[in-house]
């Protein structure tokens, strides 16, 4: 049996291979862009249930507390009085609570609403993409993000966002009372 020996790859060939597998990790890590306590927030698009599209732009100039969750996550469900009593709190403050809900089930998601009263602006994202982009894996998971786009908090899990401590670090934060 003859053995064959292997010829290597040319420039050009190593280049038509090697080029397309390069450009497409590099998209890859491209895409992902988790949100970074001290870095700018990735953008976002969502609709609201009242129709109205919102980005990271549209909250410039105001602290966005983003919070991502679902109605069948007992966390989540724990700490929405604790979102609904906040949103009141904050009232009047350039302050605002945009709650981000994975529920694939419209119907679902909207009965939720109305049984839970909810009074801050929600959206769905079934896809998962946002909260991916975000780099959350677990819910509830809330971003609290400056008035210049900055992301100055990541909670992990179910908060008591009525605490004085949490209500006058937000209106602070709004007001540029933070350094």
Same mark, same amino acid.
């Given at each position: ?63 966005? $507390? ?33 709650? $981000? ?37 677990? $819910?509830?998971?809330?971003?609290? $993000? ?34």
């Amino acid at each position: 049996m003859k053995s064959r020996r292997l010829q290597p790859f040319s420039a050009a060939a190593r280049t038509a291979t090697l080029l397309p597998l390069a450009l497409f990790v590099g998209l890859l890590a491209g895409c992902h862009h988790a949100a970074r306590v001290g870095k700018r927030a990735p953008d976002f698009s969502v609709r609201t249930l009242n129709g109205r599209i919102r980005t990271l732009a549209s909250y410039h100039g105001r602290v966005l $507390i983003l919070n991502f969750w679902a109605t069948w996550c007992p966390p989540c469900i724990a700490e929405i009085p604790s979102l609904n009593r906040l949103h009141a709190l904050i009232h009047g403050q350039p302050v605002s609570l945009l709650a $981000i809900s994975i529920d694939k089930d419209p119907a679902a998601y909207r009965k939720f609403l109305k049984d839970w009263k909810i009074g801050f602006a929600t959206a769905r994202d079934p896809s998962e993409a946002i909260m991916h982009r975000y780099g959350t894996r677990k $819910i509830p998971e809330t971003y609290i $993000i400056g008035p210049n786009g900055q992301v100055r908090r990541k909670i992990v899990s179910a908060s008591n966002w009525t605490d004085p401590e949490m209500v006058r670090y937000l209106t602070d934060l709004a007001h540029g009372n933070m350094d």
